[in-house]
Every structure is written in structure tokens, then in C-alpha cells.
T-cell receptor, first 114, second 115 residues
């Protein structure tokens, strides 16, 4: 079985401040990990993914995430928040097994204050 | 490419009525997924298809839900009869080679309200 945990449902930061969204995973086999973003009234879009290459993964819009096996974590960061980053962010996990399914966390809403 | 296309964008219906949601995946994508999004349960995978064949429907909540994929360019999710607890946003997604490390391409969703 596999799962992800995103603690909290809402994060608020000031424009220009560091963004840190936390994700912890559980998987019995080596995982693939993803961050998706959902803007209002839209479907999800892929921000970045980890597939067992480099542990530090860079994505679109200045976001990056680091895979830490010892902590079973895949936290999402961005050095400086922009107003346009306000959205809902989902961490997701799948694995290398046959017919592995993508399992999403509950999501975190990011608000950016001017 | 037009992306994954879902219709309708919004559906309001009364309890007991049949509801049909439609999805056109990206051309050439072999996998199609139906997800449901609610505040309480987040994003749940309902069913997915590979080359038009249903592979895993273990997420379908009950017999009132059914999904079909008659060809590579069209899929439907049907609820009959609908109930207020079915109110949610239903997303269709497709991917070129399926699961594992593949990126999913999502449609804009159908907002379903059952009164």
C-alpha cells in the first residue's frame, strides 16, 4: 500500500517569502513522487516529479523538491513567493510495480499576501 | 493539442436522475483515468482504462456508478440514480504510457451538484 500525508490544509505566506509545503510518503517499494498544482476552476498540472534520478528536483515556476529517503519526505519549496502562486498543491505517489496507481494527498491551499 | 476535454463543465440535477459525464482524452494516450474530488476525501481514483479496457474499478463507490470507453477518443462516467452525496468535481485524466513515473494530463473537470 502507498499513501502520502500533507499536514495542514492551508498555508499563508507574504509575497517574497519562502514557500514550504510538506509531504511525507509511505510506500513498500521505491516510490515515484509528484507535486501537482491546481488553480481555481482548472484541472491539475504537474509541477515536478521524482523518479529515482537526482534527489533534488527542479520544476516549473521556480519550485523545487528534495527527496529524503531517511525522512520519507518530499517537501516542496520556492525561495520567493509570488501572488500567482496562490493555488492548491497536491503531493502524489506511485511506484515501480506493475499497474501502480497514482495516489494523491488531501492537498494544501497556498495563499500569498501582498 | 486541445488537451483533455470534459463536458459538461457544470451539471445540476435532482436526486434520482441519471447523470452522464463525458471525456475526450489526448490523442495517442493509452490510459484514461476518472477521479472524484471532494472536500472531505480529496482526490479519489474511481476507475482507469488501458487501451479502452477497464483495468481497475475498485474505486467506484457503488453499483450506481458505471464507466465505459467505447473507443480511444471517448469515455463516459454515468451515475444512475444520482444522490446528493455524489456532488463533487469529477476529473478525467489521460497519459501516454500509463502509471509509474508518467505525468497525468487533467481536464478542467465537471462540477456536479445533486439537489
Amino acid at each position: 500500500a502507498q499513501s502520502v500525508t500533507q499536514l495542514g490544509s492551508h498555508v499563508s505566506v507574504s509575497e517574497g517569502a519562502l514557500v514550504l509545503l510538506r509531504c511525507n510518503y509511505s510506500s513498500s517499494v521505491p516510490p515515484y513522487l509528484f507535486w501537482y498544482v491546481q488553480y481555481p476552476n482548472q484541472g491539475l498540472q504537474l509541477l515536478l516529479k521524482y523518479t529515482s534520478a537526482a534527489t533534488l528536483v527542479k520544476g516549473i515556476n521556480g519550485f523545487e523538491a528534495e527527496f529524503k529517503k531517511s525522512e520519507t519526505s518530499f517537501h516542496l519549496t520556492k525561495p520567493s513567493a509570488h501572488m500567482s502562486d496562490a493555488a492548491e498543491y497536491f503531493c502524489a505517489v506511485s511506484n515501480t510495480g506493475a499497474n501502480s496507481k497514482l495516489t494523491f494527498g488531501k492537498g494544501i491551499t497556498l495563499s500569498v499576501r501582498p | 493539442d486541445a488537451g483533455v476535454i470534459q463536458s459538461p463543465r457544470h451539471e445540476v440535477t435532482e436526486m434520482g436522475q441519471e447523470v452522464t459525464l463525458r471525456c475526450k482524452p489526448i490523442s495517442g494516450h493509452d490510459y484514461l483515468f476518472w477521479y472524484r474530488q471532494t472536500m472531505m476525501r480529496g482526490l479519489e481514483l474511481l476507475i482507469y482504462f488501458n487501451n479502452n479496457v477497464p483495468i481497475d474499478d475498485s474505486g467506484m463507490p457503488e453499483d450506481r456508478f458505471s464507466a465505459k470507453m467505447p473507443n480511444a477518443s471517448f469515455s463516459t462516467l454515468k451515475i444512475q440514480p444520482s444522490e446528493p452525496r455524489d456532488s463533487a468535481v469529477y476529473f478525467c485524466a489521460s497519459s501516454p504510457r500509463g502509471l509509474g513515473n508518467e505525468k497525468l494530463f487533467f481536464g478542467s473537470g465537471t462540477q456536479l451538484s445533486v439537489l
